[in-house]
């Protein structure tokens, strides 16, 4: 009588410490726990993608409440709003969607209004809507500008690369020899002309010695003072002259330009013949069709993560009979809300049972010469399960890894889903018949069950009764840290 005692006592006791840590660990992780005591707004959105109940409401960055629900309202996406009691709103209050990542993670931006204007009242109505720029309006626009390179490419394709263009380049140069020929005859025909210019200028020059003589000698210091501009070393200083440093400067600058018209020919000839990335892409339409093949495939993988939910699941259980600790970890990955993958790592106090069979041949005469034995080996190794769900209505059907074995299961679900009948059929061969378990679950506060059933309940020997506490809560957190996982894992 005395252990019966002994032992509820211990049974009432460690539910009392899983209730208080259970009760801890939620006001820890729940993040509308700040906002007891606040009112409620509410609002139409034109669109509530990425934002899912829990979900942050921002004002210049500070955390100011919560979602509280987000339901379908005559045909509008509305959205229901804790909000924290020291924060008010007016009448001029607006709302908006802000993306958080690039993975599709939204969250509720609030501005608070003017002050002076009348206060919203709890179960008020906000009116005015901010309009925030999208991951979908800044592909298109990436679009846009990768359509407006091609077409621009294939214009100089066919203005410069065509047939056409060479035909045209050809006529030019004939164009321009056929002007250097009519000149050279122009010259020709007035050789006579010519001459006669130059006998008359002798004869004015002969009547004008004098006056030459005193231009000559003007034009003598005028190139005095021209040599010393253009020559190569001035004064005692020894400095280039203004006009030959000028030179100098225009000399590399010509070469600069050369060398630049040089480069620029050279690309132009590699666009023109499809090599490099620009070339590629106005030559290659395949690669054109591959780049917008990748940003599909891009936007496809973004959004899928963005609609990605990461739960987990913390769980301890009391085996009556065995008297023992049973704790589970469970993480689920939700890409939709009718199937979900849960993997979970299970350290179980009766073990992991394994059948090894060994043939053995003896000498021994008081042993048969050749005999088998069936040996049944227990080891203290943590569990792992595996396993894909699917929900159809009011019923879960799960199929994979179950504790280390193949397993089946079925869960019910009623109240909202705060109710659950949950049913697992695994370990076969472990024991004679299969390990079947049965327990019921409630959500009596918000993210925390409570759970009892029956484990093992084909197998008499092995039959024990449970109770357990769980927290299960939704991380948004850990889903921006899964697509760096390595893949092994």
């Known amino acids: 009588m005395g252990i019966e005692v002994n032992k509820a006592a211990k049974v009432g006791i460690m539910t009392a410490a899983l209730a208080v840590a259970a009760y801890g660990g939620y006001r820890f992780v729940s993040r509308d726990a700040g906002s007891d005591g606040g009112y409620r707004v509410w609002a139409h959105l034109p669109d509530v993608t990425g934002v899912a109940p829990h979900s942050r409401v921002m004002i210049s960055g500070i955390q100011v409440g919560t979602v509280d ?176 440093n000028a030179a100098a400067r225009i000399d590399k600058a010509t070469t600069s330009l050369e060398s630049a018209l040089q480069h620029a020919d050279a690309v132009a000839a590699r666009v023109d013949r499809g090599e490099g990335t620009l070339g590629r892409l106005t030559k290659d339409e395949t690669l054109i069709n591959e780049v917008e093949s990748a940003v599909e495939d891009v936007g496809e993988m973004v959004g899928g993560i963005g609609r990605l939910q990461t739960v987990v699941g913390l769980r301890t259980d009391y085996n009556f009979l065995a008297n023992t600790i049973k704790s589970y970890v469970e993480l689920r990955l939700q890409p939709s809300e009718d199937k979900y993958y849960s993997i979970e790592l299970v350290n179980d106090p009766r073990g992991l049972t394994t059948f090894e069979q060994i043939d053995v041949d003896t000498t021994n005469p008081n042993d048969p010469p050749h005999y088998r034995e069936v040996r049944t080996v227990t080891t203290n190794a943590f569990r792992f399960s595996f396993q894909f769900a699917k929900r159809f209505g009011p019923f879960t059907g799960r199929f994979g890894i179950k504790e280390s074995t193949g397993g089946l299961g079925l869960d019910l679900h009623l109240l909202d889903d705060r109710f659950e009948l949950r049913q697992d059929l695994f370990g076969f061969g472990e024991q004679v018949s299969p390990r079947w378990r049965v327990a019921l679950a409630y959500e009596f506060i918000r993210k925390l069950w409570l759970l009892g059933g029956v484990d093992d309940i084909l197998n008499a020997d092995r039959r024990d009764y449970f109770i357990g506490l769980q927290l299960r809560f939704t991380d948004r957190d850990l889903k921006t840290i899964l697509p760096f996982v390595p893949a092994s894992l």
């Open 69 to 244: 629900r987000i339901w379908l309202d005559q045909g509008h996406a509305r959205v229901d709003i804790k909000m924290n009691p020291d924060t008010p709103l007016f009448v001029d209050a607006a709302i908006g969607k802000r993306a958080s990542s690039l993975i599709g993670e939204n969250y509720i931006v609030l501005t608070p209004g003017t002050e002076g204007q009348a206060q919203i009242p709890d179960r008020g109505q906000i009116t005015h809507y901010i309009q925030e720029p999208s991951i979908e309006q800044l592909q298109g626009q990436v679009s846009d500008i990768l359509k407006d390179v091609k077409s621009v490419t294939e214009s100089l394709r066919g203005s410069v690369g065509t047939d056409t263009g060479k035909d045209q380049l050809e006529k030019i140069l004939k164009n321009l020899a056929e002007v250097t020929e009519q000149l050279n005859e122009t010259v020709k025909e007035n050789r006579n002309a010519v001459k006669d210019t130059i006998t008359n200028i002798n004869n004015i020059t002969n009547q004008s010695q004098p006056n030459i003589n005193a231009i000559l000698g003007n034009l003598r210091q005028v190139t005095d003072d021209v040599r010393k501009m253009t020559g190569a070393t001035t004064g005692e200083g020894g400095k280039p002259g203004e006009l030959r």
